[in-house]
């Protein structure tokens, strides 16, 4: 049997989701009603009041409550420095369903620098050419100028256009600001991303709570204590994983017995 999912989303990230649900037995049909926009632009023309989660989450439930869907799907992404290595770009997606039934959400979680995200301010059609090549455009869009400015554009994909606009630009203003559009259907790079968080989503609906039942079972957080394989010692790396249920909250800790190098101990090498 076949149960329908409502997606909110203006960005056709439905190409993303629907193959690893549908072999769940969901259906994604596209909801277009609201416009998520107004939960905030990555350009800040509409600030974002809501944390990712949450944004992520208040689609999915406006979903379910635009279309009377049982369930609902909401998506939100964001950008920034890599979490480690903070010169690198990193990519943060979201993606939430809504049970309305039971009032029950799950949330999927995927992290990756594999991202084309990246700024620059310049001087030059050359300087922006490059730019352009190094953010793999035109297949991934650009946006040129900031939401004051009166040539501001979203959605960039033609070069004639794209030079021709910049001379403009650099007519009124010494330098201009470009960046790369970060919208799913602007961006091949982040729908991928998407995919992959959907991927993540397939699994935790097939693990369902131990005490309540209920889907999305999962890890919340890794464990760490790894033993080093010479000293025997603690290190910083994860021994295992700890599972709550955002529904009932029941938890364990799945621990493995592995060792790991000594490259990665704080005793052996310090």
């Known amino acids: 049997m076949t149960s329908k999912i409502a997606f909110l989303t203006c960005h056709q990230k439905q190409v993303a989701v629907s193959d690893p649900l549908k072999s769940l037995g969901f259906e994604v049909e596209v909801c277009d009603a609201f416009n998520t926009d107004e939960l905030g632009t990555f350009t800040n023309e509409i600030p974002r009041h809501l944390s990712q989660q949450q944004a992520a989450l208040k689609k999915a439930q ?19 420095p890599h979490p480690q290595v903070h010169l690198l ?58 939401p004051a400015d009166t040539y501001f554009q979203k959605g960039i994909q033609d070069e004639s256009a794209f030079v021709k606009q910049l001379e403009t630009a650099l007519q009124s203003d010494a330098s201009v600001w470009l960046e790369t559009d970060m919208r799913a259907h602007m961006n091949p790079t982040r729908m991928n991303a998407i995919a992959q968080t959907a991927l993540k989503l397939q699994q935790l609906l097939k693990s369902s709570c131990l005490q309540c039942h209920l889907p999305g079972y999962g890890p919340t957080r890794l464990i760490p204590g790894a033993l080093c394989n010479v000293c025997n010692c603690a290190t910083r790396l994860p021994k295992g994983e700890h599972w709550e249920c955002a529904s009932c909250h029941f938890q364990e800790d799945k621990v493995v017995d592995t060792t790991v190098s000594a490259a990665n101990c704080d005793y052996c090498n310090p």
Do not use: K
Request: aromatic share 12%.
């Open 62 to 80: 406006l979903a379910c409550e635009l279309t009377q869907a049982n369930f609902g799907l909401g998506s939100e992404g964001s950008f920034g």
């Open 89 to 146: 770009p990193w990519n943060y997606e979201v993606l939430a369903l809504w049970d309305a039934q039971h009032q029950h959400a799950v949330y999927a979680v995927h992290g990756t620098p594999e991202t084309n995200y990246s700024s620059q301010r310049v001087t030059s059609v050359e300087e922006a050419l490059s730019f352009a090549r190094l953010a793999q455009f035109p297949s991934h869009a650009l946006i040129m100028g900031s």
